[in-house]
């Protein structure tokens, strides 16, 4: 009986969260969950965004779902002050997830919804690995007498790790990204990419592009990319761009893996404090995190695949949540969702 450890977490998390976990259930009968406060929600409990209860919990389950932490009400600018993200941070650092797959399929039943032409999107089927514990969100840090600093760090180790993670997860081509004419971190990272290539993976075509050009080429010619690798940060601002080659944020779902416990799934968007309460949150990113948790974290391909379908299926029958232009809510889609895997 796999024990998921559950993290609704703020916002929209906990609204896109029954949605996963209803669809779980309808695909797989023999899962447990175990829910805990994250982020703000634990903050208002216990006063910190992630309790060493709820971490050791954590620890101890087979795999993690988490919805989504943080929202105005916990934002404050005073430095050091408890904040929900830090729940994050903790939970990737401690369960050692240093790579975070975000694959980047557009259905073709959606590629009216998304706002770039359908001739460019037609056939994009694209990874971005995300270095996720190293970086400015972890490097030293700092704000004293009207100076504030944050501070880039990456090893060899972790690049040749992030680096091994692109390359297997490649067929043909791995695209590093990275800005090697400006970051010494950056030029680091290109030596050991380049290093890696050679010596491991001499068969798959590398290429390094500047970050800068990488954003305009992901929506210029986004078919050109299968898999991107890239640090922590440009990593997380690609792939809030090339979500919308699939009509919305709401439709991306991440891994994170490298541990030695139990990995993380969980969607791309954040806790959207604009839509929250109205019931209207898209919940396919996080279905589709369900779906990578079976794949994943349980090593059920068969389920994956059938969540993966599902989801396909009901949208090709044309429900969609106003993000997509559509009028849906959250438990249509989702009931649209179960009706396809009965
Ligand atoms: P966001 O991703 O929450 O929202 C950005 C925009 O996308 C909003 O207009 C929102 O309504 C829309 N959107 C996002 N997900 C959607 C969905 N499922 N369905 C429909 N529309 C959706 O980003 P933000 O507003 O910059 O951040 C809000 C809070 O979320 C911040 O506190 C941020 O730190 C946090 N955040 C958390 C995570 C996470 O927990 N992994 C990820 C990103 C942001
Ligand atoms: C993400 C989010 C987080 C990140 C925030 C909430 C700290 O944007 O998972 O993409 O930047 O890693
Ligand atoms: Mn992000």
Known sequence: MPNIALLPGDGIGPEVAVSAVAVLNAVADDLTFEEHPAGG???????????????????????????????????????GAVRPEQGLFKLRAELGLYANLRPIRPLPALYDASPLKRELIEGVDMLIVRELTGGLYYGERGTKDGRAFDTMVYTVAEIERIARAGFNAAKSRVTSVDKANVLDTSRLWREVVTRIHADEFPNIELEHILVDAAAMKLI????????I????????????????????????????????????????????????????????????????????????????????????????????????????????????VLKELT
Request: proline content about 5%; glycine content about 14%.
């Open 229 to 336: 690798v890239t640090e922590n940060m440009f990593g997380d601002i690609l792939s809030d761009e090339a979500s919308m080659l699939t009509g919305s944020l709401g439709m991306l779902p991440t891994a994170s893996l490298g541990g030695t416990g139990p990995s993380l799934f969980e969607p791309v968007h954040g806790s959207a404090p604009d839509i929250t309460g109205k019931g209207i949150a898209n919940p396919i990113g996080m279905i589709l995190s369900g779906a990578l948790l079976l794949r994943h974290g349980l090593g059920r391909e068969a389920q994956a695949a059938a969540v993966e379908s599902a989801v396909d299926k009901a949208l090709e029958k044309g429900i969609r949540t106003g993000d997509l232009g559509g009028t849906a809510t959250t438990a249509e889609v989702t009931e649209a």
């Open 220 to 227: 210029a010619a986004p078919r050109h990319f299968e898999v």
């Open 41 to 79: 929600a634990a903050i208002d409990l216990h006063g910190t965004a992630l309790t060493d209860e709820a971490l050791a919990a954590v620890k101890a389950s087979d795999a993690v779902l988490l919805g989504a932490l943080g929202g105005p009400k916990w934002d404050t600018n005073e430095p």
